[in-house]
Nanobody
């Protein structure tokens, strides 16, 4: 059983910073891409940032220069450092991992339960 557990969300003022963490645990043979997505009020889920097994990163245009994704390969953990936060960054942030649970299985998408980030004064 694979679990992705996020932490680090909360309430922050505009211009502030937060760091999200997501640890993948359980039966894990290999992890490929990891990433963060978000879903704002009344909006569809959108990609925020991803990081490949080789360390290549991609960002949504709306967060480039403000957010940084990183990864601890030994801990199967992905981080999202968010700076210069804006009210429009308010959303539930979801962690994603594309991984193989066992040697005999293929790669599958796994999701965390989500963590709320609210940017407001």
């Amino acid at each position: 059983q694979v679990q992705l557990v996020e932490s680090g969300g909360g309430l922050v003022q505009p211009g502030g910073s937060l760091r999200l963490s997501c640890a993948a645990s359980g039966s894990i043979f290999s992890v490929n891409d990891m990433g963060w997505y978000r879903q704002g009020p009344g909006k569809e889920r959108e990609l925020v940032a991803t990081i490949t097994a080789g360390g290549s990163t991609t960002y949504a245009d709306s967060v480039k220069g403000r957010f940084t994704i990183s990864r601890d390969y030994a801990k199967n953990t992905v981080y999202l450092r968010m700076s210069s936060l804006k009210p429009e960054d308010t959303a539930v942030y979801y962690c994603n991992a594309y991984l193989r649970p066992t040697y005999y299985s293929g790669y599958e998408d796994y999701w965390g339960q989500g963590t709320q980030v609210t940017v407001s004064s």
